[in-house]
Every structure is written in C-alpha cells, then in structure tokens.
C-alpha cells in the first residue's frame, strides 16, 4: 500500500531592496508577512534578501554580511518560520572573517508530536 502524496505550497516573497540595512529588510519582510494569513507551507525569499545586490565596493559588502553564526536575519527568520508553523528558504551574504559567501539557508523551527 502506498502513501498519497502531501502537497506542499509555496509562497513567493519578492520586495524592493532598502541597501546594507538588515532591520529595514527584516521589517519590511515582516510587514508583508503580517498582512497576509500563513497560506504557504515555505516561504521562498529572494537571494541576498538580508542585504541587496548592488554594491560598489567589497568594505560595503563586508559591512552588509553577517555571520551564519550571530545573524540577526536568520534569528528573525527563524523566529517567523514557528510563530506561522513554516519554513523559509533565503538568499543571505554570508561574512566568516574576511571572506565573503552567497549563501543560502533554511530556517527551520523545532516542534515536538
């Protein structure tokens, strides 16, 4: 006997980049998430969505980064993906010393059965 396939839906989250500063970015997820009911079961943000593409120099690059280990985006985004039962998926500069990623992560939460 087989297991009916689940689906899972998507949600698509695009904006205008307000460039090098996380807390605008993070409020103006959260302002867009707010005004909708949680209808996705992930949540699919754009990439470097916790700082913007365009940049002119690597310093500013460097100031925009955040480590994967202290980062103020994937603490809020986590932070979201339980208080809507979801998850979401971004795009995210990455700094670890003086190098510099574009990464991605899946912020997840933990529940118990």
Same mark, same amino acid.
């Given at each position: 006997?087989?297991? +009916?396939? /689940?689906?899972?839906?998507?949600? $698509?989250?695009?904006?205008? +980049?307000? #460039?090098?500063?996380?807390? @605008?970015?993070?409020?103006?997820?959260?302002?867009? $998430?707010?005004? /909708? =009911?949680?209808?996705?079961?992930?949540?699919?943000? +754009?990439? &470097? @969505? !916790?700082?913007? #593409?365009? $940049?002119?120099?690597?310093?500013?690059?460097? =100031?925009? @980064?955040?480590? &994967?280990?202290?980062?103020?985006?994937?603490?809020?985004?986590?932070?979201?993906?339980?208080?809507?039962?979801? #998850? #979401?998926? !971004?795009?995210?500069?990455?700094?670890?010393?003086?190098?510099?990623?574009?990464?991605?992560?899946?912020?997840?939460?933990?529940? =118990? /059965?």
């Amino acid at each position: 006997m087989t297991t +009916p396939a /689940k689906t899972l839906t998507a949600g $698509l989250l695009q904006f205008t +980049p307000v #460039f090098g500063n996380i807390a @605008a970015y993070i409020e103006k997820i959260d302002s867009l $998430l707010n005004d /909708k =009911q949680k209808t996705a079961d992930i949540g699919v943000l +754009p990439g &470097l @969505a !916790s700082s913007g #593409f365009n $940049l002119s120099s690597k310093e500013e690059a460097m =100031q925009s @980064a955040e480590s &994967l280990h202290n980062s103020r985006f994937i603490q809020y985004l986590t932070r979201k993906a339980a208080e809507l039962n979801t #998850f #979401f998926v !971004s795009g995210i500069k990455e700094r670890e010393e003086n190098r510099l990623y574009n990464g991605a992560v899946l912020s997840i939460f933990h529940f =118990q /059965k």
